[in-house]
């Protein structure tokens, strides 16, 4: 028998910074929430990210609202300087947070939505899914990948370049992850970049701080039904920090177009050459997490949900913040987390008021 642990407004699922950004406003409107997230602790999807991760926007671009994040000990934060400033961010603000708490489905129940982690359940008359993307790595799959007896790991899964010393190993994947990696890994090991298009790689004086301006311009044209001229410069384009920078001085960073298939030691190259290789570092993104919202029925082919502004399109009361550009313009960042979260907010403080 299924047990009720709470009937609430609203019930956020998930614990990172789109969570937090979203109870920030649902505090300041006064309505009542809990957040359910399935980490043991504070930081979200940081605390899984690689050691020596970078942001690649100052502090004062990289904050939630309300509290800007503290000063950091160089320009770009690091990944524990982020996870300290989520921590204290929930704790600043008290927020309800139940951890660790998985929830594996959701029940529509008339006007409500039953939320179920196991056989218990919280019913809401609003849910905020914000689960993100990191535990859904996403793998190309190449022929014979199954009889390849190297390592194999995706950047969800990288800690550091230890587990490569004196190895030739492949980074795969074009973005900044791909970028970051290959910077480190190259010190110690031989390493090819693999890559689908050549790496679109940013000015050195630009960083995230000029994406997100770009990105709002994007926004107020779009919002406004007008086409602009911008220049090169989309959230997946490399950023040039420092690390990146110095493995540009090695002469590591240029890449080549992908191989057609795996050996047991080694790949195949699309003319036919071969090449020995150890390890693979897959740096090839993710996809949304989005499992609990299968029995609803609203989730996509292409593992999406149908939104307007952020709102389920088949169930009204279901709102995503925060698992890319089709919940909002740079709603996956944490400075444009906040934009995208307070217009969810907006919406939900409505439907409340009219049901």
Known sequence: MAQLQSDIDVIIIGGGQAALATAYFLRRKKIPFVILDDQPQAGGAWSHAWESLR????????????????????????????????????????????????????????DYLDVYSGEIYWRAKAVVSATGTWSQPYIPHYKGQECFRGIQVHSAHY?????????????VGGGNSGAQILAEVSKVAH????????????????????????????????????KIDQPVGGLGDIVMIDSVKAARERGVLHSRAPFREFTEHSVIWSDGSTQDVDAVIWCTGFKASLHHLKNLDVVEANQTVAVQDGRSTKINNLWLVGYGEWTGIASATLIGVSRTARDIVEQISTYLADI
Do not use: C
């Open 159 to 171: 800690v550091n370049e230890q587990a490569f010393i004196k190895k030739n190993v492949l980074v």
């Open 55 to 110: 942001l690649f926007s100052p502090n004062t671009w990289s904050s939630l609202s309300g509290w800007m994040m503290p000063s950091t000990e160089q320009t770009y934060p690091t990944r524990n300087e982020v996870i300290e400033y989520l921590t204290a961010y929930e704790q600043r603000y008290q927020f309800p947070i139940i951890r660790p708490v998985h929830v594996d489905r959701i029940e529509q129940k008339n």
């Open 191 to 226: 390493t090819i970049w693999v890559t689908t298009t050549p790496p679109q790689f940013l000015a050195d004086d630009v960083d995230g701080r000029v994406l997100f301006l770009r990105a709002t311009e994007r926004l107020k044209a779009q919002q406004q039904g007008r």
